[in-house]
């Protein structure tokens, strides 16, 4: 049995620095990934933020890994694929008077084998950009992913979505739903083909929309509905 390295739940002078650590998923390489929760208040927040190890490196990743990372995230670290890719859910805005919505993301982490060809050098995505095609009538627009919880070597990942049977009021990743959402099961199977359009935000400010603009490859398959992006 081996600690890892970096994330001591105190420091040198004997002051705790984290309420515990979990280690939560290892991949074939030895990637290990988990939780560290936080002992002292950030940003409002016992902020639970995610470590990746590899051998005697680990990273807690903050806002220079990405941007779905902000001072005082709260995040889980659910599964990460031989292919350096790691899914769980974060928080999609930053306040501290309530409870902090989340949603699902995936995350490109070190030497990511599709970080340049399909996910085009952007680390963090929120879920719910790769499965937007901008129709707001369309069968993608009645989800919203709320969690990942497993992914595969494929890329396929599996999740709990936010499912509005009549379709979201519009595409962006706060609007409302017209009927009482409720959650349900789905997979997601990756589509390498198309453009990603990332959901806009309305209404609710907030700290960041889970990922810059770009062009990649990723399609999703949401229930066995198989969509393209616009070419």
């Known amino acids: 049995m081996t600690l890892i390295p970096n ?17 939560t998923d290892i991949n074939d390489t030895g990637v290990v990934v988990g939780v560290a929760k936080n002992y002292n208040l950030q940003n409002g927040s016992y902020a639970e933020n995610i470590f990746v190890n590899k051998d005697n490196n680990t990273t807690v990743l903050q806002s220079s890994q990405s941007n779905l990372f ?3 995230y709260n995040a889980t670290a659910a599964s990460i694929n031989n292919n350096n890719e790691l899914v769980g859910k974060v928080d999609i805005e930053n306040v501290q008077d309530r409870s902090r919505k989340q949603r699902g993301y995936i995350y490109l982490n070190d030497d990511a084998q599709y970080l340049a060809t399909t996910f085009d050098n952007t680390r963090g995505w929120l879920l719910d950009d790769l499965t937007n095609d901008g129709n707001v009538n369309g069968e993608a627009n009645k989800y919203r992913i709320a969690e990942a ?6 890329g396929d990942i599996s999740a709990s979505a936010f499912y509005c049977a009549s379709g979201y ?11 009482n959402e409720q959650l349900v099961a789905v997979k997601l199977t990756r589509n390498n083909s198309g453009d990603i359009t990332p959901r806009s935000e309305i209404n609710e400010p907030v700290q960041r929309s889970g990922a810059s603009f770009g062009l990649a490859g990723l399609g999703l398959l949401v229930l066995g509905g198989l969509w393209r992006r616009k070419k």
């Open 7 to 23: 994330i001591d739940v105190r420091n040198g002078n004997n002051e705790l620095i984290y309420s515990y650590t979990v280690a």
């Open 70 to 72: 902000f001072y005082g």
């Open 149 to 154: 919880f497993d992914i595969n070597n494929n």
């Open 169 to 179: 009021s519009s595409t962006a990743q706060n609007s409302l739903c017209r009927e």
